[in-house]
DNA sequence: TATGAATGAGGATTCATTCAT
DNA sequence: TATGAATGAATCCTCATTCAT
């Protein structure tokens, strides 16, 4: 996102002091998120937690929404490569249902990890402004999911790949939230990672084919 | 305290009247929701589009959040009286998957009317000030699935009904609004209405019994 | 001050309503600034607690300001009628420490009903909105003070009759609502009189004459 | 929280700035005063006279009542700082009369500089909400006071030092604002002095000793 | 007379952003 | 580059007062 290039030698202690930087404004940007709320992020008061001054703060994010964004980016790209790595070609031999469960297990894990930083970006993602920028993020989900999809097409119950891939994706993401941000109980992560497989295996795998290793 | 003298006969145009100017109010701010966003919904906006003055508009919502709350509220009862409408006694005959059909079309219809109103009532419910109200409301739509369920015991896959109605339910909201916000292509009403019937129904329900009637 | 003057029949009776409507206000006014404070003694808050609606607190008061002016008013009166009471003609045979005694008493009575009312009263009083009532009621005070002192121009230390009286009049006034408000530690009600009277007495009084009745 | 990391040397200069504005904002704060009444004194008034903008004065105050409590603590020290210069040790000499005429002097010549300033602050102190400050500040003064009498026990009147001071304090204090605000013919700022001095001294000084230097 | 919904000017406050040092 | 004082448009909200019923 942010690419500066100026070729001096110094440019490699320069641009680890800079990411050092970025990287506590953003984890001082998650603190905020996680001990009170995105309205009290002020850009004050993140360079204030982040120990910068505004100014600093200003000379390495365009403006606000730029700070929010590019956590979102950072989620996106965890996220994103959790599920290339899970669904990648290696994992060709394994039983369908397996997969299923290790993309929600590691989507479970990431939102886990800051339910509160997932609840914001859930919000910033509802927003109108964002809207173009959470669509390419969900067609880049959708296109994995759809490419695991197509090498169990023989397996799938229906031929609509796409929409089912919308279908359990979305699923997926918001039942997690709701489940981390509510903890509605008797449904524990556990619980929770089993629901959801369920809930994908039986949408999208024919019966017979959800335990038994593609051929 | 606060000692009302005369219930006048005066009172009831006068009711009419406020009523009158509280729907004027909420109409005024989906207007804006519809056409802008959440941010652009002002006090002072409101109430000019509304047709009054600011201090009317404070006259009767103690802030601005509550007349973002009185929307939420409005349109939880509106969910709540479908379902209850859809699920009750009187359709015990109908099979599992027709019920499953009448409820998710109803959320269609209701989200239809408005997506810009429930993109920001989905923003507002993530709130963490909001956290109660949402919790409460989504036990009471829990409650009335999961009285649907019980009714239909013998067909369950599973045993856990209140996980069951839980994922089944944010499921369906989540994902009915990302398609109402998204338009992914292919994925039309119908269709969408379609995918999460499967969805539910194949979750929730023996494979034998969705389409018969319940004995 | 409310002069209303309509010469039909159901005068009398209209007339007591009207005075305890006008009551029932002023009391809630108290009420408020006893528990609270002069800030929420808005009219509605007044009207509420009076039990009248906003429209008749109106009907009895031009504006807000008139409903503590005519607090004060009442209390100017009370105090004005006390000290005339006490440094009437027909105490001329009492000792000065005494009479002077009895004023001080006085004066802490009617501060000690209510000294939130008369923090209020006080604050009000320094308005310069108000200063030419202020000044107005206190010339009368010092009037009657004088008035007193003349009776016993023997035995006064200075002949500057008027600065003694308002110099006497401020220190007594304004020491006791601090005393009131304050409540310093080992200076009770009857420790404060005994103080006031003693810095009264040796202001104004030679020493030999304290005691003795008037001649 | 809050960690500074480098103070720089450009510091100096920055702070003098930040007093400069500071002082610009009461001084414009003292002049709405004078010229109108604290009503007037809204945040964007004061900005303006003191030629800053509304954020600069919100980011030196917290809110509008730290201004006027900013001036009152501000006379608070210049009273204090007074008193204490008058009745230090190296005073010990002096005879009890002059001591007392200093710190009435000093005391007026405070509240003529600015009466509309000492007129807002009687009104301040009055408030429920500064009582705590004033009451603190009371008991500096009394301490300060008594810690003179203490010095000149012998010639006292009275032996409850804490409640003498408090009176005289309360008396001299109260009377000279009635003074300055009301101006009652007759009682100039001289008349003034001497009134408060005879006063405060028949109060608390026994008659042969006032006049002897202390031995 | 009583009622209370409606008014709207006006005030306090916030906070993203800039820029001189 | 870093700093943090300064900016000011924009927002929420209050409350004395009016007036149609």
Known sequence: ?????????????????????IDAILEATIRILERESLDLATTTRIAEIAGVSVGTLYHHFEDRDAIVNALQER??????????????QEN???????????VVRGLAKLYETSPALHRVLAIE???????????????RVIDVVRGFLLQSREHLR?????????VAYQSVRATMLASLLER??????????????D?????????????????
């Open 158 to 166: 229906s031929d609509d790949v796409e929409a089912a891939a919308f």
């Open 125 to 139: 993602g509802l927003r109108v402004a964002n809207a173009e920028r959470v669509h390419a993020f969900d067609l």
């Open 75 to 88: 989620e996106f790209t965890r996220a994103l490569a959790m599920m290339q790595d899970v669904l990648s």
């Open 184 to 197: 509605p109980p008797g449904l524990d992560l556990e619980a929770l990672v089993k629901q959801l497989v």
């Open 1 to 21: 996102m942010s690419s500066r290039r100026t070729k001096t030698p110094e440019n490699k202690p320069r641009q680890a002091r800079a990411q050092a930087t």
């Open 92 to 102: 060709l031999g394994t039983a369908p249902r397996e997969m299923v469960e290790r």
């Open 199 to 215: 809930l994908v295996v039986r949408y999208l795998i024919r019966d017979d084919a959800a335990t038994q290793p593609k051929s």
